[in-house]
């Protein structure tokens, strides 16, 4: 949360700093702000959740992992029924 009260999405990563004997003594951490791209994320599912054109995905294992309302309206499987499944 900024000073002015806006929420910000920030990417951390962080990681152990060591002395010469390898004992921790602190850590050291990089923020990266990705609140547009989580913004822009969020759109762009919305559009292919509301494109004329049925639209699907899946993953590596063949598992529907995109269902969007045209592809529901042409084959009649809710998003609920065909998500996680090949």
Same mark, same amino acid.
Request: net charge negative; proline share 1%.
């Given at each position: 949360?900024t000073?002015? $009260?806006?929420?910000? @999405?920030?990417?951390? $990563?962080?990681?152990?700093?060591?002395d010469?004997?390898?004992?921790? &003594?602190?850590?050291?951490? &990089?923020?990266? @702000?990705?609140?547009?791209?989580i913004?822009?994320?969020?759109?762009? +599912?919305?559009?292919? @959740?509301?494109? $004329?054109?049925?639209?699907?995905?899946?993953? $590596?294992?063949?598992?529907?992992?995109?269902?969007?309302?045209?592809?529901?309206?042409?084959?009649?499987? +809710?998003?609920?029924?065909?998500?996680?499944? +090949?």
């Amino acid at each position: 949360m900024t000073k002015a $009260n806006v929420r910000l @999405d920030v990417l951390l $990563n962080a990681t152990t700093r060591r002395d010469e004997q390898g004992n921790i &003594i602190g850590v050291v951490g &990089i923020g990266q @702000d990705i609140t547009g791209r989580i913004a822009q994320e969020r759109e762009y +599912s919305k559009l292919i @959740d509301t494109a $004329n054109a049925p639209i699907f995905g899946v993953d $590596n294992k063949g598992q529907v992992n995109v269902w969007n309302q045209c592809a529901m309206e042409l084959v009649g499987y +809710s998003t609920e029924e065909v998500m996680g499944h +090949s």
